[in-house]
């Protein structure tokens, strides 16, 4: 069993913002495998899907972008699940728009969701998906930038982006995080 997790913040205010783009992405994977509608549970909204032959649950805590750990703890005990059953997915500011990049382990480089889930853990020795954000314009704040929304131009690079973690997500589940990376991370539209 995989459980893999997109990180965002609850409610409408906050629909596709860039920093709901886990949110968009596993609920696009939930999509493309014809889940059911989400139950509420561990704090958050969790789907269930099989993916060639592996039950996967996906959920998006509804716990905020910072307490974001509180709700993976829960599920990750509940399924009793390791380390290596475990995939994030969040936005990255030191990403270009659109960059999707996979990793084995690691730092959350700034990102507190991934921070939090750290935290709740006590490890970061699990895998994590970034999907680019870009950099605030000088004059934005952090906080306003990544509680807004996508320009129009970059519409179209961000939907390509999401349906590109997809595919990363699906390769990680079936094929294993070294076959995912060397696929989904090498490619310039990587």
Not at 44 to 50: D, F
Not at 104 to 122: F, I, N, P, T
Not at 146 to 152: A, D, I, N, R, T
Request: charged share 25%.
């Amino acid at each position: 069993m995989k459980l893999i997790v997109g990180l965002g913040n609850p409610g409408r205010k906050y629909e596709q913002t860039r920093h709901n783009i886990g949110f968009d992405a596993v609920r696009s994977l939930a999509g493309r495998h014809g889940s059911p509608a989400p139950s509420r549970k561990f704090e958050g909204e969790i789907s269930e899907l099989r993916l060639g032959g592996e039950k996967v649950l996906v959920l998006c805590p509804h716990t905020y972008m910072n307490a974001s750990g509180q709700s993976v703890r829960k599920a990750f005990d509940f399924f009793k699940l390791s380390l290596e059953d475990l995939l994030v997915i969040c936005d990255d500011l030191n990403l270009p728009c659109g960059r999707v990049r996979l990793r084995r382990e690691g730092s959350a480089g700034g990102q507190k969701g991934l921070a939090d889930v750290a935290r709740h853990l006590g490890s970061d020795q699990w895998a994590r998906l970034k999907i680019g954000i870009g950099r605030p314009p000088a004059q934005w704040q952090v906080t306003d930038y990544v509680l807004g929304k996508f320009e129009p131009d970059e519409h179209e690079t961000i939907q390509a982006a999401v349906q590109r973690a997809v595919d990363a997500t699906e390769c990680w589940v079936q094929d294993g995080i070294t076959l995912a990376m060397n696929r989904f991370n090498a490619s310039a539209g990587a």
